[in-house]
């Protein structure tokens, strides 16, 4: 028995509506809220008058204590929900979004439906492509670096910048096949203990001048 409290909650009572995203950056709960212009009932309020909207996440994208994951809306986006308190109109949930045209991502299209895509308001990007024989991932920063993984296997790997590997452990990095190394400027090498070379053949070549310093014994043979 629902308690008459609560029954505009259920059945006849609930109202549906269609919606549109106008401001998901100021929640003051910081809940992943947004206030929605919904058709037909916000239409002459403020953008700042509107009530939050709770937004219902998928179970898999539940959040509890600061964990899990916490991507929200973006403004302009189409949604559908319902409103808790019934016909009163003032506690809105979102429980989907409604693509409009246009809404597609392009990189989505490319090999639509196949290449799933989430992309952010600065343009960071990610892509999980099932198109058959095309199979690929791909990460990519607003700057342009990027990582992808092709569809043997292979992955590919570019900085737009700077990059820096900080390792606190050892470090050990295996080639079954061959391995090149090209630096168009300068490089240093440092090692605060032992070094050592192991190999069938060493080649050493300077197209100007090779030095060997030692603050010991050189030896050779």
Not at 23 to 43: E, H, M, S
Not at 118 to 125: A, I, S
Not at 144 to 158: A, F, N
Request: aromatic letters at 8%; proline letters at 3%; glycine letters at 12%.
């Amino acid at each position: 028995m629902i308690p008459s409290s609560f029954i505009e909650y259920y059945g006849d009572q609930t109202r549906w509506f269609l919606g549109i995203v106008v401001n998901v950056a100021d929640d003051p709960l910081k809940l992943g809220r947004a206030r929605v212009r919904i058709f037909g009932v916000y239409d002459e309020i403020a953008d700042e008058d509107l009530p939050w909207a709770q937004i219902v996440v998928p179970i898999t994208q539940g959040v509890h204590e600061g964990k899990g994951q916490n991507l929200g809306l973006l403004v302009g986006t189409q949604v559908f929900g319902i409103f808790l308190d019934g016909q009163n109109s003032q506690l809105p949930m979102v429980i989907g979004s409604i693509p409009k045209e246009g809404d597609t991502n392009d990189k989505a299209k490319e090999n639509y439906p196949y290449n799933k895509v989430y992309q952010t308001e600065t343009g960071h990007y990610k892509e999980w492509d099932d198109t058959e024989g095309e199979e690929r991932i791909r990460e990519q920063h607003m700057s342009g670096t990027y990582y992808e993984v092709m569809s043997d296997g292979s992955r590919e790997t570019t900085v737009e910048e700077n990059e820096t590997l900080r390792v606190k452990g050892d470090v050990t990095i295996i080639g079954e096949k061959d391995a090149n190394i090209k630096i168009s400027g300068n490089c240093s090498i440092t090692v605060t203990g032992n070094a050592s070379i192991s190999a069938k053949n060493v080649s050493v070549t300077g197209t100007d001048t090779v030095t060997v310093r030692a603050g010991g014994k050189v030896v050779l043979g």
